[in-house]
């Protein structure tokens, strides 16, 4: 079956770096868009990055844009995160998720799998 699990997370100065990692498996990891989304306490669910099957293709919320960067193994079927210069409104659950099919998809209600989270701390 489909998995997807994170790991990286933890606690973190501001200013700090974490690497998230998504080992995924059940599924042809080269053939989807994959995504990283992300929730702090009490608010809905934010789009982060995302990236083409390929990998040559990703995009960024403009919150993260130059501090972030995704990234992907296909050897591994693992999606990554480089997050640099963490602040304290970065703190959140980031989950992995998957595109359904080969396309992009824009809303995060329509990824068909995810992870189970992991949390992510900026704090002094």
């Known amino acids: 079956q489909v998995q997807l699990v994170e790991s990286g997370g933890g606690l973190v100065q501001p200013g700090g770096s974490l690497r998230l990692s998504c080992a995924t498996s059940?599924?042809?990891?080269?053939?989807?868009?994959m995504y990283w989304v992300r929730q702090a306490p009490g608010k809905g669910l934010e789009s982060v990055s995302a990236?083409?099957?390929?990998?040559?293709?990703?995009s960024y919320a403009n919150f993260v844009q130059g501090r972030f960067a995704i990234s992907r193994d296909s050897a591994k079927d693992t999606l990554y995160l480089q997050m640099n210069s963490l602040k304290p409104e970065d703190s959140a659950v980031y989950y992995c998720?998957?595109?359904?099919?080969?396309?992009?998809?824009?809303?995060?209600?329509?990824?068909?799998?995810w992870g189970q989270g992991t949390q992510v701390t900026v704090s002094s």
């Open positions: 998720a998957k595109s359904p099919g080969d396309a992009v998809v824009v809303e995060t209600s329509d990824y068909d799998y």
């Open positions: 059940g599924f042809a990891f080269s053939n989807y868009w």
């Open positions: 990236i083409h099957q390929g990998g040559m293709t990703t």
